[in-house]
């Protein structure tokens, strides 16, 4: 230890910088200690992906009846789903696990939409090796305002998974795009 340093004090310098390199850190620890203080139901669906789960503040009252766990993290993609796997998803020994994710990865990671199909095997594949009955739904990108100029990138993001999930076992497609009504979106059209 160099002189002048405590041992909290390379502790704090450690975990500033573990969350500044991995900016999701916090929220990954704060759904560890939440689970250590409150252990998450067993045999419960697993919601992991970006923000639309996150916020979604009534997912227990719209799924009411079915246990639930959300792991959304804003702003997540799916190489931070990966990264994360062993926390957010492993522990819980989920049945079943819905996806939403991709839409980070094409506008903000310039990821191609075959890129991102292969981002969402190589996930399932990961959880398959440890949970081999895992069962997979993958909630279909929605449309947006603040990404209307490359929409398409998700159209076709969006193909390529349904025709992964026509030819996958454990794997289903949630078709939500056709059912977004841009006359009921919010006032600041996201």
Request: aromatic share 12%; hydrophobic share 35%.
């Amino acid at each position: 230890m160099d002189k002048g340093r405590t041992k909290t004090g390379w502790a704090e310098e450690k975990e500033e910088k573990v969350i500044v390199d991995n900016p999701f850190e916090k929220e990954i620890l704060q759904f560890e200690k939440e689970d250590r203080n409150n252990p998450p139901p067993e045999k419960a669906v697993l919601f992991v992906g970006s923000s639309s789960f996150r916020l979604w503040d009534s997912m227990e009252e719209d799924f009411s009846g079915i246990k639930v766990i959300n792991r959304g993290f804003g702003g997540a993609s799916f190489s931070d789903i990966i990264h994360y796997a062993d926390r957010i998803i492993i522990p819980y020994k989920p049945e079943n696990v819905l996806i939403y994710a991709g839409s980070h990865d094409l506008h903000e990671g310039n990821a191609t939409p075959e890129e991102v199909l292969e981002s969402l095997k190589e996930l399932c594949k990961l959880v398959w090796t440890r949970l081999p009955k895992t069962k997979f739904y993958f909630v279909s990108m929605k449309p947006s305002i603040a990404k209307w100029g490359n929409i398409e990138l998700d159209q076709k993001t969006n193909h390529l998974i349904w025709q992964y999930s026509k030819k996958t076992d454990r794997f289903e497609y949630i078709d939500i795009w056709n059912i977004v009504d841009p006359e009921k979106w919010t006032t600041d059209k996201v």
